[in-house]
């Protein structure tokens, strides 16, 4: 069995005194798409940051592709494409040249820029508007341009934290199929975090149900909806639809 793309081992972060990520244990694997579950403030995104290593953790508290991100550090983030959940588009520059701007710090050759981009642009539908400028965009199309900045490395591992925020249900299906033709097309391993069950659902091969700094359910989608009724837990799946009549006790501990 191959080692998995990422593997978190009682990983803990805090900010302060405030607990964001209490002995959090995780693992995906390599080519899978893998979705973390929770409300805002369950640690999603610290998980994320300390993956990418934007913040520091311990030595073997986390894993990737084989990197400590404690360690190793460079050699991790040349495998990774990062979409942070606020905006990072520069929306005074065209499309083309906000993914060039990210090609020169991944460091991708000269030489191979302008084919490296334009792939990049082609993959998420945005080819015909790559010399338009940003600020013309719509929300969608913007986050569609964020996934060409993180696509252009030709990643190992494509992380997305709230890819569809703000997004109407149009934008955020739109944004969902170039992920998954690209992921289809490539193999990548795509982790991303979401409170949306329906995108978990839908979108996700496995899903963790993150809630207080810790993972509280883990499984398939279908596991997870057949265990309880996601509904019933107010204070953290509530944007969940329910599950079948009967199984009422929610699987985060709530």
Not at 2 to 20: E, Q, W
Not at 45 to 72: K, S
């Amino acid at each position: 069995m191959s080692d998995p793309a990422v593997a978190c081992t009682g990983l803990r972060y805090s900010f302060g005194r405030t607990m964001a990520v209490d002995g959090l244990d995780l693992s995906v694997a390599s080519g899978e798409v893998f979705g973390l579950l929770g409300p805002n403030g369950a640690g999603k995104t610290t998980t994320i940051l300390c993956v990418t290593t934007l913040l520091p953790v311990p030595a073997g508290m986390v894993r990737v592709i084989g990197h400590d991100a404690a360690t190793d550090r460079m050699a991790l983030r040349r495998l990774l494409g990062y979409v942070p959940q606020q905006l990072s588009a520069d929306q005074s520059l065209t499309g083309r040249e906000n993914v060039s701007l990210f090609a020169r710090v991944y460091d991708i050759p000269r030489r191979e820029r302008a084919a490296r981009v334009a792939q990049a642009l082609l993959a998420v539908g945005l080819d015909g508007v790559g010399d338009r400028m940003a600020a013309t965009y719509s929300g969608g199309m913007i986050r569609r341009l964020e996934l060409a900045q993180a696509l252009v490395s030709a990643p190992r591992l494509l992380i997305l934290d709230e890819p569809t925020i703000g997004l109407d249900p149009i934008a955020r299906t739109d944004v969902w199929e170039h992920i998954l033709r690209v992921r289809a097309a490539t193999g990548m391993t795509v982790l991303v975090t979401t409170h949306h069950m329906d995108e978990a659902d839908r979108y996700c091969e496995r899903v963790a149900l993150v809630h207080r700094g810790r993972v509280r359910a883990l499984g398939t989608p279908g596991e997870l909806s057949s265990r309880c009724a996601w509904s019933s837990c107010r204070s953290c799946a509530t944007t969940a639809p329910s599950s079948a009549p009967g199984r009422s006790s929610p699987p985060c501990g709530c």
